[in-house]
């Protein structure tokens, strides 16, 4: 057995504590404490605009594993959206792959944010994921959004970047503005 397969099955085999999340990251499984008010707050904001926008045949989820084999990881973002055909074709605890998301947003946490900002930007373009979004809470100089598109050779090509308080447009499929306002 391999060493991702290996890994995979200590992600699946854990007892994860009510409201921590488990990852693949290279250091091996990881486990991340519960998030704060203020973390829960904006997934809350941004999955009530997703709602609006997001197809019918497309799930929004919270604590949904991304697994990105090529790069041995293993995620569980803050919100994706995936096609409800990925969520109906699996068993329960088998991660969906990263490139049937069709966006991730990370909410950054004091103490991850190297983690959101580097590693997951990589990875979630080597998948490839169509659209990270990046809402940085501990940004300097001020707290951003950014979005990041058009991943080709483990790399996205595009990004936008808005301060809190502005807006940022949500491509195709989602067509949607989202104000960042009440971040």
Not at 19 to 31: C, D, M, Q
Not at 120 to 126: E, H, M, N, V
Not at 133 to 141: C, G, N, Q, S, V
């Amino acid at each position: 057995m391999g060493d991702w397969e290996t890994r995979l099955r200590e992600w699946q085999n854990l007892d994860v504590p009510e409201g921590w999340r488990a990852e693949i990251t290279p250091a091996g499984v990881t486990l991340t404490p519960p998030v704060d008010n203020g973390h829960s707050r904006i997934a809350a904001s941004v999955h009530r605009a997703l709602v609006r926008a997001v197809p019918e045949d497309r799930a929004i989820l919270q604590k949904l594993g991304v697994s990105i084999r090529s790069a041995s990881r293993l995620y569980v973002p803050g919100l994706v959206v995936v096609p409800h055909h990925e969520l109906l074709s699996r068993p329960d605890n088998v991660p969906v792959p990263a490139e049937a998301a069709e966006l991730v947003v990370e909410i950054v946490s004091q103490g991850n944010a190297r983690t959101d900002r580097v590693e997951k930007l990589w990875a979630y373009a080597q998948a490839p994921v169509p659209l990270y979004l990046l809402i940085d809470r501990y940004a300097e100089p001020k707290p951003s959004v950014t979005l990041f598109s058009d991943p080709v050779d483990g790399h996205y090509r595009r990004s936008e970047q808005v301060s809190f308080g502005e807006e940022i447009r949500l491509p195709a499929p989602f067509d949607l503005v989202l104000a960042t306002a009440a971040f």
